[in-house]
């Protein structure tokens, strides 16, 4: 499984952007895509999640300002991200899970895309 994330770049607060994030390989063996982000010296801090057949999960920090959504038929999901903050600034990362159980946690999620920038400005 390959992940390639793309759609980051400058913002000022409270404005939108939308991260997206296309799979390849064997994406049928996948059953959750998760968005982590990361800033210096931090460790991945879970985002939100999408399950196969389109269950959500956000970080509370996140949520009613971040939408994830998926089309199985293009292999991509995406975060629609609005009311962005300063503190959302970071490396945004999306990450595959191939077990049925949920997870937040970083080291569960055997495939990583590159990351990609968010930066917001105040």
């Known amino acids: 499984v390959q992940l390639q994330a793309s759609g980051g770049g400058l913002v000022q607060a409270g404005g939108s952007l939308r991260l997206s994030c296309v799979a390849s390989?064997?994406?049928?063996?996948?059953?959750?895509i998760g968005w982590f982000r990361q800033t210096p010296g931090e460790e991945r801090e879970f985002v939100a999640r999408?399950?196969?057949?389109?269950?959500?999960y956000y970080a509370d920090s996140v949520k009613g300002r971040f939408t994830i959504s998926r089309d199985n038929a293009k292999n991509t999901v995406e975060l629609q991200m609005s009311s962005l903050k300063p503190e959302d600034t970071a490396v945004y990362f999306c990450a595959a899970r191939q077990n049925l159980a949920p997870s937040t946690v970083q080291n569960t999620y055997g495939y990583w895309g590159q990351g990609t920038l968010v930066t917001v400005s105040s």
């Open positions: 999408i399950s196969r057949s389109g269950y959500t």
């Open positions: 390989g064997h994406t049928s063996s996948i059953y959750y």
